[in-house]
């Protein structure tokens, strides 16, 4: 513990100190100082002008806040203090937009439940991924159902914290081998997991066609599928 006058003279060196976040710490590690300098004294058998001493080795309180003040310069320490600060909202919204679409997809029931496994005439397992700039597209299963449902699971996410701008509104024109092209159809399930339905596409298609083409973005995909299953 310091007396007075140690505290008066650490007081006075942080008074040239601009950057008042820093003060604390340069604050702590001047107190931990001096109270050294008192104990080596004090070992040395000079007990009573022990303090004395210490402040008198340590020099010049002007001369040692204006050098600190160089050090911590506050141009300087607000840059670190903003650097700092933007770090902490880029973490801020890495967990917003990536961390939380992974909890939803693990909270989220997977859209394959909700179709009727006595209707499901086919369930083909894909794992083809495309890209789109910064989004990534993942298509998981193609489920055929017996009323004619074409049932195209996938999930998609973005690779960047603030992500691209685009919002995947659709997958792209869907076509069959045979040379119909089909309605997009509805949309079910919560992002990341999406089930897209396309209505009365023909048991005899034996490949499934995902085209997509706008604004300069690209993918084609072909998936096998067991056309002609329900004549077998």
């Known amino acids: 513990m310091l007396s007075p006058k140690g505290d008066k003279f650490i007081e006075d060196i942080l008074s040239y100190v601009k950057f008042s976040f820093d003060r604390f710490a340069i604050k702590t590690e001047l107190e931990s100082h001096l109270l050294d300098k008192i104990e080596d004294y004090t070992e040395a058998g000079q007990a009573e002008d022990a303090e004395e001493s210490a402040i008198t080795d340590m020099g010049d309180a ?3 806040g204006l050098e600190l003040n160089k050090q911590h310069n506050p141009l300087v320490g607000w840059i ?6 933007a770090v902490v909202l880029l973490v801020i919204v890495d967990l917003f937009f990536v961390g939380l679409p992974i909890v939803t997809s693990l909270l989220d029931d ?3 439940e909700d179709i009727s496994k006595a209707n499901i005439v086919y369930n083909i397992t894909v794992n083809k991924t495309v890209h789109l700039d910064d989004t990534v597209i993942n298509f998981r299963n193609v489920i055929y159902e017996g009323n004619g449902n074409l049932n195209i699971i996938y999930d998609y996410y973005e690779t960047q914290f603030w992500g691209t701008g685009w919002s995947l509104g659709g997958i792209g024109i869907i076509s069959d081998n045979l040379g119909n092209e089909y309605f997009a159809g509805s949309g079910g399930g919560i992002r990341p997991i999406v089930r897209r339905t396309v209505e009365n596409f023909s048991d005899e298609a034996d490949t499934l066609i995902i085209d997509y083409d706008q604004y300069n973005r690209k993918y084609r995909v072909e998936i096998p599928l067991k056309g002609g299953i329900k004549n077998e």
């Open 62 to 64: 002007q001369e040692i």
């Open 80 to 85: 670190w203090m903003l650097t700092r600060l």
């Open 110 to 112: 997977n859209p394959i």
